[in-house]
């Protein structure tokens, strides 16, 4: 049974920086895409980050957000720097198994944690 754990959300002032930890586990393969989500309130999931062989980034993120996996601790990381207050949202690790491929369309990946909240305000 595929698991995803996020952690490491909470409230940070505008500039701060955050790391998330998504902590995986029940996967029969290695191979597999890993992305973050986010949704604000209001707003729909949009994808921000995802690793499988490569990385990819939103626009809105790129330069600000790093992610990386230990695969040794079956985890995917989020660094998040220089946060802003449209950076503020739940935020969400999937998994896509069955297509392996980065992809930022929440339909195709297969397995959700339950998400962390980050607030970014003074």
């Known amino acids: 049974q595929v698991q995803l754990v996020e952690s490491g959300g909470g409230l940070v002032q505008p500039g701060g920086s955050l790391r998330l930890s998504c902590a995986t586990s029940?996967?029969?393969?290695?191979?597999?895409?890993i992305a973050w989500f986010r949704q604000a309130p209001g707003k729909g999931r949009e994808g921000v980050s995802c690793i499988s062989n490569s990385t990819y980034y939103s626009e809105s993120v790129k330069g600000r957000f790093t992610i990386s996996r230990d695969n040794a601790k079956n985890t995917v990381y989020l660094q998040m720097n220089s946060l802003n207050a449209e950076d503020a949202a739940v935020y969400y690790c999937?998994?896509?198994?069955?297509?392996?491929?980065?992809?930022?369309?929440?339909?195709?990946?297969?397995?959700w944690g339950q998400g962390t909240q980050v607030t970014v305000s003074s």
């Open positions: 999937a998994a896509r198994v069955r297509r392996p491929l980065c992809s930022f369309l929440k339909w195709e990946y297969d397995y």
């Open positions: 029940g996967f029969t393969s290695d191979y597999n895409a």
